[in-house]
């Protein structure tokens, strides 16, 4: 179930990561929606929910404005 679970998490922040028009929209739709996948997967595979956001965050925004 964990890995159902972060598999579709992965899938579905890959799809919504793409629905920005500027380069900082990209940046900030990237970082929440990291933030929020990574909250969720530090919870399912049993870390710290916080540090996941962190991680999440800071790699979403990166790769958000790096993509756009």
Known sequence: LKTVTIAFCLVATAAIGGCATRRENAALT???IGAGGG???GAVAGFNPLVGAAIGGAGGAAVGAATH
């Open 30 to 32: 990237g970082g929440a």
């Open 39 to 41: 909250a969720l997967l």
